[in-house]
């Protein structure tokens, strides 16, 4: 069943768990997130990132994935991530996206506070949800001029109440598209924060956050983990796999179903750890294995 992003993470909240948001590429991958999601019996977000909306317009996606969620047993929100022009964003509304993100984080407060209560009012009103980021998380990439700030908790507090927004992102140590899980995570600067804001908080760069941090963040104040490198790397290995075990082998479809079962696994290992049940076997926490 479809679901908004304030209700998903209203119940996450009350219940001490956090909701797992995915990047997802293609609907075989939004299809095989939500069979994880059914599995485990908990809820999942399905997310539009910023790389696949240049190749796949939302018109498209938006669609598509509202009805791999419309057709679940478990509450499945449709959300677009990272977003920085205003046009964008009315096109994703349009779309069907329960949910967008207005990153202006980039900006100087005054102004990441103006244009976010702007989305937040038209969003509003056609009954789609808003998340905002204040402070900074970095990338792991080469050129990326994204800043570094850790989330001041004073002026997280004052741009929730000012932007209205529905949950917010905020910089605690975590970086985006670590491939291992090296990230510092600061939980008394995310306990500051939590204690300032009762807005739901939103951590992005969740591939590169030990499996302890994910599950203790998630019983606390973090109500939605941004996930993308992790099954990025599950398909990705077991495609190379794939090329290597049948050189001989061209067809999509057949190339794609190890590749498609890996992410799945690593899917169900990551929602069943946020939604605080039994650790399943088979979630890697040596140095190096990224989850
Ligand atoms: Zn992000």
Not at 114 to 119: E, I, K, L
Request: net charge negative; proline share 5%.
């Amino acid at each position: 069943m479809i679901a908004r992003l304030d209700g998903l993470l209203a119940g996450a909240v009350v219940e001490g768990r956090a909701i797992a948001g995915f990047n997802v590429f293609g609907l075989d991958e939004a299809i095989e997130v939500v069979a994880a999601a059914e599995r485990v019996g908990a809820p999942v977000i399905l997310m539009t990132n910023k790389e696949i909306v240049r190749s796949i317009p939302v018109e498209v996606l938006g669609p598509a994935l509202r009805a791999v969620a419309e057709r679940a047993s478990v509450p499945v929100g449709v959300h677009l991530d990272h977003t920085y022009e205003f046009p964008l964003i009315y096109r994703a509304v349009a779309a069907g996206y329960t949910s967008v993100m207005f990153d202006g984080s980039q900006l100087a407060f005054a102004e990441n506070v103006a244009r976010t209560r702007h989305v937040v009012e038209m969003a509003h009103a056609c009954g789609v949800s808003v998340e905002g980021e204040i402070g900074s998380v970095s990338y792991n990439e080469a050129g990326s001029t994204i800043k570094d700030e850790p989330t001041d908790p004073g002026l997280a507090a004052d741009f929730c109440r000012e932007s209205g927004v529905d949950a917010v992102a905020v910089s605690i140590g975590t970086v985006h598209k670590l491939t291992d899980k090296s990230a510092a995570v600061d939980r008394g600067l995310l306990a500051e924060i939590a204690a300032a804001t009762d807005t739901p908080l939103v951590i992005h760069g969740g591939s590169g956050v030990p499996n302890e941090d994910l599950r203790r963040m998630a019983q606390g104040p973090v109500a939605k983990f941004n996930i993308g490198t992790v099954l990025r790397r599950a398909w990705g290995d077991s495609l190379r796999a794939e090329f290597e075990q049948n050189p001989g082998q061209f067809d999509r479809y057949t190339l794609t179903r190890a590749p498609l079962r890996a992410l799945r696994k690593r899917a169900e290992e990551l929602i069943a750890l946020l939604a605080n049940g039994p650790v399943p076997k088979g979630i890697g926490t040596k140095t190096g294995e990224s989850t």
